[in-house]
């Protein structure tokens, strides 16, 4: 198994690599901006359908007050990035209750299926 050992070679392409991340964020990977956008609406599209699940819904409407309480807390602090996961966390609350009409449209028209069927 190789040992890392510094040499002159590595020491430019670390700082090369951390000069680029510094300059244009990170590109790919778990921490990456699409990743995070993907996260928010799989959060949002999870909790309308909670919303129109009549067992799930109490759970669910419960769980968005918090979000939306802890996000409303958390966007008025002075760390940066406590503003920003508080701004993230009532954009998710917002875009589920959107999403909910759409959800909620969808299981009444399969119901309304089911029935013709019957």
Do not use: C, F, W
């Amino acid at each position: 198994m190789k040992t890392y050992k510094s040499n002159e070679e590595t020491d430019i392409l670390a700082e090369a690599e951390y000069q680029d991340q510094a300059l244009r964020g990170p590109q790919y990977g778990p921490g990456g901006s699409n990743s995070k956008e993907a996260t928010k609406g799989a959060m949002s599209v999870l909790l309308a359908v909670s919303y129109a699940v009549p067992p799930l819904a109490p759970v669910g409407i419960t769980v968005s007050v918090g979000m939306g309480v802890a996000g409303a807390v958390m966007a008025n602090s002075d760390d940066p990035a406590l503003k920003e996961a508080g701004r993230d966390l009532v954009e998710v609350v917002g875009s589920s209750v959107e999403h909910s009409g759409t959800v909620r449209d969808g299981v009444n028209n399969a119901r309304a299926y089911n029935q013709l069927r019957k």
